[in-house]
């Protein structure tokens, strides 16, 4: 951290899914802040569980921002095992203030 300078962040966190995505995740975020508290990240996820069905895991890449408590990303298909390996696409994350997560593939 310094002053004019972007603080530089790292989080790892895991979710739960529930829905057309069902198990678990685990998430590397790296994130810079500035002073306004906004900031751009990017992640790589990786999905355990089923998707639309099929069972096997995910890799995604994210490319976001945060902005007033609410975080978007884009998404990109990295990588899939079992019945997901091939997968290839692109999606969409949303999260609000109150830490509700949505994540669109396409």
């Known amino acids: 951290e310094g002053r004019g300078v972007a603080k530089l962040t790292r989080a790892s966190v895991k979710k739960t899914y529930t829905g057309?995505?069902?198990g678990t995740s685990a998430t590397e975020w790296l994130m810079a802040y500035e002073p306004d508290q906004s900031a751009i990240?990017?992640?790589i996820e990786r999905i355990?569980?089923?998707?639309?069905g099929k069972k096997g895991s995910l890799v995604l890449q994210h490319?976001?921002?945060f902005k007033d408590g609410a975080a978007t990303a884009a998404l990109t298909v990295l990588s899939g095992t079992g019945a997901l390996k091939g997968s290839e696409g692109t999606g969409t994350l949303s999260a609000d203030p109150k830490g509700s997560v949505s994540l669109s593939l396409g």
């Open 20 to 22: 057309d995505i069902t």
């Open 41 to 43: 990240f990017v992640g």
């Open 63 to 65: 490319v976001g921002a």
């Open 48 to 52: 355990k569980g089923s998707v639309a």
